[in-house]
Each structure stands twice: as structure tokens, then as C-alpha cells.
């Protein structure tokens, strides 16, 4: 069976349980089609038309790559600035450690938590804007506004 593992019965092996992405095993499998994406925002056009000015002679292909460009730019910035939080976060953690104070380590642990939940926000927010600038690449490119 396609996904499923070689040894099975017939091959003197246990019945093979099939291979899942961690996704497909908490999610139901769904016949329905995807919904079409929302218009886009205003600040995602103004976005686009400031990324990508010269519209009329740009490809979708071609903006398209730019906001990838700009989103990863903004990508970078956010894990470089997270990334010197994150580590004066752990050093504190670590000292809290060497302290033996609890209270300290747990307080030290829920920071790093937080600043962890922040960044996965960031990063979220991003590719969230990015998929908003690219529909209204998309509708610019097709006459939409």
C-alpha cells in the first residue's frame, strides 16, 4: 500500500501502519476545496505598490519574488532581534539555575516562554502579511483596484 511500510503480513512481518506527516495524523482528511483567499487588505495594496513600483511592466512572477524578497528580509531582522532576546532570556534561566532559587526558575522559564510564543507570533505575522500582499499582487495584476 502506498505510505504504508514494506514488512508487512504476506511478508512475514506485522500488519504496517501507514506513514504520516504529524499533521495529517490530528487533522481529518478533507474533501472540501480550499476557500477562496479574501480580498486584499488596503495596507497590503499600498504595500505591494511601494515593493513593486513599476506594476504595469512587472510579472506576477516577478513581484511575486519581490515581496518574497521583502518578507525575507523582515524574517531576518526578526531573528536576529529575537534571537539576542531569546539569549539574555536563557542566560537568565541559567543563572536562576546556579541560584537553586525555584521562585527564580520558573519566573526565568515563563519569560523564556513568552519571548518564545512572541517570536512564533512575529514569524506568523509575516508570512501572514506576505500571503495578503501576494493576493493583492494577484488582484492588482488582474485589473482588481
Known amino acids: 500500500a502506498i505510505g504504508a511500510r514494506a514488512a508487512g503480513p504476506a511478508a512475514g512481518g506485522t500488519a504496517a501502519a501507514?506513514?504520516?506527516s504529524p499533521a495529517r495524523q490530528t487533522a481529518p482528511f478533507s474533501t472540501s476545496t480550499p476557500a477562496a483567499p479574501a480580498p486584499a487588505t488596503p495596507d497590503a495594496i499600498a504595500n505591494v505598490k511601494?515593493?513593486?513600483p513599476d506594476l504595469n511592466s512587472t510579472s506576477v512572477v516577478q513581484g511575486a519574488e519581490t515581496l518574497r524578497r521583502a518578507a525575507l528580509k523582515d524574517f531576518k531582522a526578526a531573528a536576529i532581534e529575537m534571537g539576542a532576546r531569546l539569549q539574555q532570556a536563557q542566560q537568565a534561566l541559567e543563572q536562576a539555575q546556579k541560584s537553586g532559587s525555584q521562585a527564580e526558575q520558573e519566573a526565568a522559564i515563563k519569560k523564556l516562554r513568552d519571548m518564545q510564543a512572541?517570536?512564533?507570533a512575529q514569524i506568523q505575522r509575516i508570512a501572514a502579511r506576505l500571503q495578503s500582499e501576494m493576493t493583492a499582487l494577484k488582484?492588482?495584476?488582474?485589473?482588481g483596484k
Do not use: D, H, N, S
Open 18 to 20: 501507514p506513514i504520516m
Open 139 to 143: 488582484q492588482l495584476k488582474a485589473g
Open 118 to 120: 512572541q517570536e512564533t
Open 50 to 52: 511601494r515593493l513593486v
